[in-house]
């Protein structure tokens, strides 16, 4: 853990009378895994909406690598280097995997070429090794909106890796992934994630992925962060347990005295 | 100034009160259209066919009564009933036969269904009516003119045209209104109009609904169709124009609209036959200047609700 | 069907070839069959986008009265061509910038409007347009070779038939460039482009100011072939007719517009021959069958009997 990377400062936005932000102020460090975690409607998404561009804070400022962002267009900060996936995995649906993977790696480089193709080598190959690092080579041939849950909320993150950023951030990468499968992918998430360098945030209700993977946790509370810290002293706090994971866990995983 | 208007005042109020008309007709049209498309989402083309017949089967009703030497007031009534007629008989069928199978395609082919039906339409309208116009406008002259007193001078001007029109548009903005609000059947169908899918989960019999609605709306195309054929001579191509118009005011007004389809149509209106009076050349164009201009400002319409979409 | 697509397209032109030798006023439906696919490959470009334009007539009628209006000072077919392309080319970037902001049912009929303010324009002003008498074209010199008429239609045709085989190459290309797959994702998810770094609405505005390209191109065709141009070329009832040749093709592969056009003038000619007043509602119905039987258009139909897939 080295530098800041993205520092948010005071960011407020308030949707009618809900407040999804109310002062965040959070410094991601460059090389970490953070995980943010809290209740439902507590702001999460809401903060990558605004860091990528999709939302304007009222108040408050963004800035990444030292240069201020708030404001900016998603498309001109993904040129900076920041990309997302998304909690709805937003896959272009008549295109196979294979094309929607090579249509990231052609953006990443300029798309303002009317007569070569998207089929050219390089791009394919380009998306092959993605997918395969991913596990997902054996359905590169399927149409997107073929796919099941896991598989699209992976071939989401991978068209986001495929832009080569420097800082991810995703949006529950591991809801609709099988609960058999989940630790699986996580493992390999992080270790394409380690292996390309990338900086990652994201947003998580699984207190296990949590707990192995982040290098620290935001707790977010009502559009404010409540705690922050390494995963086994944030989880440990009782008031966290109480408002957060209590609630995340309850009716999925009882506490089953044999666990 | 006061020069200008010692000069045009008259023409000037001929054109609001000819404007206020018109835009009576027009919102009664273009309501029809955007409540079909708030429901059904679907663009009817032949929306224009259906207030072409409307007022081909109203002139053809009103001959006929008077033809059977009934008094001149029956063709008032005529009107109507006509309209309900076209509503009751053409609506379900269309909606029954084409537009049903067509509810899970996509935009585009909806749209060709509509046009596709329109180019039908036109046609059958020509066989059964002729291209030699027609013309009968009883419950017109038999209502009488009424002189308006405007800037010192006096406008003579028909009191169909003065109250019938712009009545049957307010009686139907505000029974829209009310319907829609208030009633159980109107709000099933606004909750079908802003969340399909939720409504249908619901239990909401969405396929009655749809069948209502586009039966309804059908019917208020006719309407304005059946109420238009006393003022003018029935001739080929007033569906083509209708629709076009209707278009620009569903657009302006935001989808789903019905105050803004009525402000609208007004604007339209008013602006069309200042246009007439002054600028005949640019009549044809002024609604969609105005429509430009205000989506310039507005992209959803003037009414319309911006969509932001989860991600 | 990708691979065999060039074979088709050679055997579509050869037959074409064949018809016009054979019968004179074949080759004339042709041209303007050519003409009219030239234009609808635009169509489909925007339909590969997801949207809908009721207004491209305005390119055609744009490029046809270019050739109307320069023939006096630019006689010679190949020169006007290339003018009425730039034209319609800056006029579609012009409306482009305006209208790639909106999308779906606002997208349509803001083209709808351009190309019904366009048509007002040609029909009033009488003193420049002649209104809807239009605008004689005579015979005029191809390349700097002066011809006499069968010579003149004969080129005109060959030059058609080369466009259309250069565009369907030069388009088929594009469509399968990154930024022909992008325009695709707008359709399915214009958001995800941006957070790709792709401006999606400049990606819609190359897709677009191509379109207008090929709709003058094929206008300054339709112009050279029936040598005759009125507003009626820019009236909205045309720009359905370019949709419809659009889907009655399918919109697969870039032969699509061609096989759609080729069958729409056929019918529509064999149609207005035998049932003089009842053409519009044969093609009508003929659509509806297309769409209700045969979803993919002729080209998917075309697909099947082929053995493969529509794409």
New interface residues.
């Given amino acids: 853990m080295s530098e800041v990377l993205l520092q948010a400062a005071g960011l407020r936005l308030a949707f009618g009378g809900v407040r999804a932000a109310d002062g965040i102020d959070l410094a991601v460090m460059g090389g970490e895994f953070l995980a943010i975690i809290g209740p439902n409607g507590a702001g999460k998404t809401t903060f990558i909406n605004m860091t990528t561009g999709y939302l304007r804070p009222q108040s408050g400022e963004i800035t990444y690598e030292g240069r201020r962002i708030t404001g900016m267009a998603p498309r001109a900060i993904v040129k900076l280097g920041i990309a997302r996936s998304f909690q709805l995995p937003q896959l272009f649906l008549e295109h196979t995997v294979e094309q929607n993977l090579a249509l990231a790696v052609a953006s990443r480089e300029g798309i303002w070429s009317p007569l070569a193709p998207l089929r050219r080598p390089r791009y394919r190959e380009e998306a092959h090794d993605l997918l395969e690092r991913f596990g997902l080579a054996a359905i590169a041939g399927t149409r997107a909106d073929a796919l099941n849950e896991g598989a699209r909320k992976l071939a989401d993150i991978a068209m986001a890796v495929a832009l080569r950023p420097r800082l991810l951030l995703m949006d529950e990468p591991t809801s609709g992934v099988a609960a058999s499968e989940k630790m699986a992918v996580v493992e390999t998430l992080a270790r394409v994630l380690r292996e390309a360098k990338v900086t990652a945030v994201f947003v998580e209700h699984d207190m296990d992925v949590v707990e192995r993977f982040a290098d620290r946790v935001a707790v977010w509370s009502q559009g404010r962060i409540a705690a922050l810290g390494p995963p086994q002293e944030v989880l440990a706090d009782p008031a966290v347990q109480r408002d957060v994971i209590g609630i995340e866990r309850h009716p999925a995983t009882p506490e089953a005295p044999h666990a | 100034m006061a020069e200008w208007f010692q000069d045009n005042g008259l023409l000037l109020g001929l054109a609001l009160l000819d404007g206020l008309s018109s835009a009576g007709l027009i919102f009664l049209v273009a309501v029809g259209l955007n409540l079909v ?1 708030g429901v059904l989402r679907i ?1 009817n ?1 032949a929306h224009g066919s259906l207030y072409a017949i409307g007022a081909y089967s109203a002139a053809s009703i009103g001959i006929f009564l008077a033809s059977l030497g009934l008094p001149g007031w029956a063709s008032i009534p005529a009107l109507v009933v006509s309209a309900a007629l076209v509503g009751a008989v053409l609506g379900p069928l269309i909606e029954r036969f ?1 537009l049903r ?2 509810y899970a ?5 909806q ?3 509509t ?6 339409l ?3 309208q ?2 059964v009516w002729g291209v030699q116009p027609i013309h009968h406008d009883t419950a017109m002259t038999l209502l009488g003119t009424i002189d308006i007193p405007f800037a010192g001078d006096v406008i003579p001007f028909t009191n169909y045209q003065l109250f019938v029109l712009p009545g049957f548009a307010v009686v139907t903005l505000v029974g829209l209104a009310w319907f829609l609000r208030r009633t159980l059947t109107g709000r099933v169908i606004v909750a079908v109009t802003t969340d399909r899918e939720a409504a249908t989960a619901m239990g909401i019999d969405a396929s009655r609904i749809y069948l209502l609605t586009f039966s309804f709306g059908a019917a208020l195309a006719a309407l304005g169709g059946a109420l238009s054929s006393p003022t003018a001579a029935l001739v080929p191509g007033i569906g ?1 124009q209708t629709i ?1 118009l209707s ?2 005011v ?2 302006t007004a935001g ?1 789903g609209q019905i105050e803004g389809a009525a402000l609208t149509s007004l604007m339209m209106g008013l602006g069309r036959s200042i246009a007439v009076y002054f600028e ?2 640019l ?3 002024v609604p ?2 105005i ?2 201009l205000v ?2 400002v507005r ?3 003037l009414f319309g609700v911006t969509e932001t ?3 | 069907m990708r691979k065999i697509e060039p074979i088709l397209a050679v055997l579509l032109a050869a037959a074409m070839i064949a018809a016009a030798i054979a019968a004179p006023w074949l080759r004339f439906v042709l041209t303007i069959a050519l003409a009219k696919g030239i234009a609808v490959l635009g169509i489909m470009l925007l339909l590969r986008a997801g949207q809908v334009s009721f207004g491209h007539a305005l390119y055609v009628a744009f490029g046809a009265y270019v050739v109307a209006f320069l023939a006096p000072r630019l006689n010679d077919a190949v020169l006007l061509l290339a003018a009425a392309a730039v034209g319609a080319g800056l006029l579609g970037l012009l409306i482009g910038l305006f209208v790639a902001r909106y999308r779906q049912i606002f997208f349509g009929m803001l083209n709808l409007a351009m190309c019904m303010v366009f048509y007002s324009l040609l029909e009033k002003l009488y003193h420049i347009t002649r209104g809807s008498d239009g605008i004689r074209v005579e015979v005029m010199p191809v390349a700097g070779q002066a011809l006499d008429r069968v010579a003149y239609e004969w080129a005109i045709f060959g030059i058609a038939l080369a466009l259309a085989l250069g565009l369907g190459i030069l388009l088929r290309l594009y469509l399968s460039s990154p930024m022909g797959e992008a325009l695709a994702g707008i359709k399915t998810r214009e958001t995800r482009l941006e957070f790709m770094g792709v401006p999606a609405r400049g990606v819609l505005l190359s897709a677009y100011v191509i379109s207008a390209v090929v709709g003058g191109i094929g206008g300054a065709l339709i112009a050279m072939t029936s040598r005759h141009v009125t507003p009626l070329l820019s009236y909205w009832t045309a720009s359905g007719e370019l949709v419809f040749i659009a889907i009655l093709g399918g919109a697969g592969g870039v032969l699509g517009p061609f096989l759609g056009a080729a069958a729409y003038e056929l019918i529509r000619v064999y149609a207005a021959a035998s049932f003089a007043d009842a053409w519009q509602m044969i093609l009508g119905a003929a659509l509806l069958l297309v769409i209700l039987f045969a979803p993919g258009g002729l080209w998917g139909m075309a697909g099947r009997l082929a053995g493969g897939r529509g794409r």
């Fill in positions: 498309f663009v083309v084409l199978r067509i395609q996509e935009e585009v082919v749209l060709l269904v046009f596709a039906l329109f180019m039908v036109e046609d059958v020509k066989l083509a076009v278009f620009a569903v657009a989808l005949p050349e009549e044809v164009v969609y200047i429509m430009v989506l310039l992209p959803q319409g979409r989860r991600v």
